[in-house]
């Protein structure tokens, strides 16, 4: 509903069970619009920033993609509420490229950089967690981000998501990530 009168062409995508990455990769391959984003189910878009991001997009034709800030949202005593903002807000720059660690921003991407990410390192790319935070730095491996100052994204944050998993093979992916960053620092 937060998209519906966004300019966009929503596809929805049946997630594939304990792996992101698949579910990921084959959203970004449906339609052909220049430009690939997602949104969880469960979360929201703030109204007009699709509009922002794609003009930043169209200005700058070599960035990879933007990102903006978030709202942390929690259920309180029944009912939604910020608690919270995610405030990844820095530009990466090729010669330095300091991690992107909050990955729940609302991000829009040059398709044709983000499908050739996922061509190259399909592999590699953890099937959890750290799913996007590998995408976005082998990403920014290739050609700059740029961040937008402005909140894009509410993120319902609950006791049952993924974030809150702790299994020995996503502590694994998270470990290998991390190496994967520091080695093409």
């Known amino acids: 509903n937060s998209m519906r009168d966004e300019p966009i062409n929503i596809h929805n995508i049946m997630g594939t069970y304990g792996d992101l990455r698949d579910s990921r990769y084959r959203g970004f391959n449906q339609g052909t619009a220049e430009y690939v984003s997602f949104v969880d189910p469960d979360d929201t878009v703030i109204p007009g920033i699709f509009d922002k991001c794609v003009d930043v997009l169209d200005a700058n034709p070599t960035i990879c993609g933007v990102y903006t800030t978030s709202n942390i949202i929690k259920e309180v005593d029944g009912t939604d509420r910020i608690v919270g903002m995610i405030h990844p807000y820095r530009q990466w720059k090729r010669s330095k490229k300091p991690a992107l660690l909050e990955i729940h921003q609302l991000t829009v991407m040059r398709r044709g950089i983000t499908i050739q990410t996922f061509d190259d390192e399909y592999d590699n ?44 093979e996503i502590l694994a992916d998270i470990k290998r990530t991390y190496e994967f960053i520091k080695k093409s620092w």
């Open 125 to 168: 790319i953890p099937r959890m967690l750290p799913t996007e935070l590998w995408l976005y730095w082998a990403m920014a491996v290739k050609a700059p981000w740029f961040a937008i100052d402005a909140v894009g994204y509410n993120w319902r944050k609950t006791e049952y998501g993924v974030h809150n998993s702790n299994t020995p």
